[in-house]
């Protein structure tokens, strides 16, 4: 069965740090790349990372880079958002998403499996 599930968010003050967590039960990591999105209220879905299953190269939305580091463990298949000097406008539901694609990409559209999301919430 192929599943994405997100932990790790939560109550983060200012400047702080957070770890996310995608685990992608019936995906292969190695063939399949990952993506981070995240959606605030009354605002679109944005991405911000994403993984790519053939070279593990790697990408960052602009207000995201120097601050946000994404990997994967493809032993354990659990592809991780480590995000450090967080914002107050961080705050969002953070999702994970894959698709059978060796270049990942951050458009919503192309991503046929999501997981549930997590809250991250940074208070101004």
């Known amino acids: 069965q192929l599943q994405l599930v997100e932990s790790g968010g939560g109550l983060v003050q200012p400047g702080g740090s957070l770890r996310l967590s995608c685990a992608a039960s019936?995906?292969?990591?190695?063939?399949?790349?990952i993506a981070w999105f995240r959606q605030a209220p009354g605002k679109e879905r944005e991405g911000v990372s994403c993984i790519s299953s053939g070279d593990g190269s790697t990408k960052y939305a602009d207000s995201v880079k120097g601050r946000f580091t994404i990997s994967s463990d493809n032993a354990k298949n659990i592809v991780y958002l480590q995000m450090n000097s967080l914002k107050p406008e961080d705050t969002a539901v953070y999702y994970c998403?894959?698709?059978?694609?060796?270049?990942?990409?951050?458009?919503?559209?192309?991503?046929?499996?999501w997981g549930q999301g997590t809250q991250v919430t940074v208070p101004s």
């Open positions: 998403a894959a698709e059978p694609t060796s270049v990942c990409y951050m458009d919503a559209l192309g991503y046929d499996y």
């Open positions: 019936g995906f292969t990591l190695d063939y399949d790349s």
